[in-house]
């Protein structure tokens, strides 16, 4: 196993170790101690997975006070562009951001910790997304950032012409109407 740092403190990529054969591969996608012994030790509480097609676009979210979460994403099927923007309060990168592509084919997962928004647009038609979180959610702290804030300008990718967004997804507010991580 690798694991990258980004150009954000804290974020990072991880290369796990993957055996492939003819009969198709195997791998070890989480393990506590291996993976804190590279600085990831967040006690991962909840799975969660999303299914979405090409072009849709999840985010930006997170979760406010108490309710924070560190976040271990990966695709299980399929790929996504995947962002994490800095809103952690007093942070030398705030309203910056940090991507990847995540597919079943890199195996690649990203570490995004507490006080990052999260997002990500879907590259290829049945995406199976999966991710570990090490608070549980609560809908009374879901918190959201535009994801065309023009402050933050993500260069997300448009694999179909046009993004699919939720409702709740395209009225989320911009970087300077929201509270700062503390």
Request: contains cysteine; hydrophobic residues 40%; aromatic residues 14%.
């Amino acid at each position: 196993m690798e694991v990258k740092d980004t150009a954000i403190s804290g974020v990072k990529i991880i290369v796990p170790d993957v055996y492939r054969d003819d009969r198709g591969y195997f791998s070890e996608t989480y393990n506590f101690e291996r993976y804190a012994a590279f600085g990831i030790d967040a006690r991962f509480v909840q799975d969660n997975e999303s299914l979405s097609s090409k072009g849709v676009l999840r985010g930006l979210h997170w979760q406010a006070g108490e309710h924070a979460q560190a976040k271990l994403v990966r695709v299980v099927k399929g790929a996504v562009w995947d962002v994490a923007v800095d809103i952690r309060a007093g942070s030398p990168t705030f309203g910056k951001y940090v991507s990847c592509e995540l597919s079943a084919a890199n195996a690649l997962q990203f570490f995004i910790p507490r006080g990052f928004a999260h997002g990500f647009v879907v590259l290829e038609d049945e995406t199976l997304f999966s991710y570990k979180c090490d608070n549980f959610y609560c809908k009374e702290a879901e918190r959201g950032l535009l994801y065309k804030d023009p402050s933050v300008a993500i260069n997300w990718p448009d694999p179909v012409g046009e993004y699919t967004l939720s409702p709740k997804d395209l009225d989320h507010p911009l970087l300077d109407a929201i509270e700062p991580w503390a």
